[in-house]
């Protein structure tokens, strides 16, 4: 696994709880302030750790929405970090699902094959993530078949010629060690 560079975020911690207490009173300033710090911060969290793909952006709008809709599940006694990284896991887990670049295999660009091989522009952009990047090659391919290409379990099976439950399988633990990975950089 790639070495997490150590950061004192106590200041960050603080502020941004600080912001938030403020905003669940009814501050608009402050509420306004915190959004915009989480903002960046989201962007660039997820690109630095799931590669610079065209959904970030959404992504990273999606988990501010979320903050927002969540606002009033704050606990101001617990620690903010947790709280938000708790969403943009969550929020990041659900885009990733969702991406498919099916449109580039239909437009023929290139071939599934080039995606498997990593050949393509996507496969640059999914090594530049530094978690994905962290995962052993066979969590890794059944991430790029299954959430980022979007095959169903049964395709990305019989591409790799193996079972569909050894392809879940592969599924479940290569999800399961990106919400790891996450959680233990979001503590």
């Known amino acids: 696994m790639p070495e997490i560079q150590e950061r004192d975020y106590s200041a960050d911690e603080t502020r941004w709880s600080l912001l938030m207490i403020s905003a669940q009173s009814g501050n608009e300033t ?13 962007n660039n969290y997820l690109v630095s750790r ?4 065209d959904f970030i952006d959404d992504c990273a709008q ?4 979320a903050v927002h809709e969540a606002r009033h599940t704050y606990d101001p006694r617990r620690k903010f970090r947790p709280w938000l ?10 885009a990733i699902r ?3 670049v099916r449109t580039e295999l239909h437009a023929g660009h290139c071939t599934v094959e080039d995606h498997i091989a990593g050949d393509t522009p996507l496969e640059s952009g999914m090594t530049a993530g530094r978690l994905i990047s962290a995962l052993s090659p066979r969590h890794r391919e059944a991430i790029k078949l299954t959430k980022i290409l979007g095959f169903t379990t049964a395709e990305a099976a019989s591409r790799l010629a193996i079972s569909e439950s050894a392809m ?4 479940h633990r290569a999800v ?3 919400r790891k990975l996450m959680e233990a950089e979001a503590l």
């Open 30 to 42: 402050d509420y306004r302030q915190l959004l915009s710090e989480l903002s960046d911060m989201v």
């Open 50 to 53: 799931l590669g610079g793909y």
């Open 62 to 65: 999606e988990v501010l929405i």
């Open 85 to 94: 990284f708790a969403i943009i896991r969550h929020k990041s887990i659900d």
């Open 98 to 100: 969702r991406q498919a």
């Open 168 to 171: 879940k399988v592969r599924v």
């Open 176 to 178: 399961s060690s990106l």
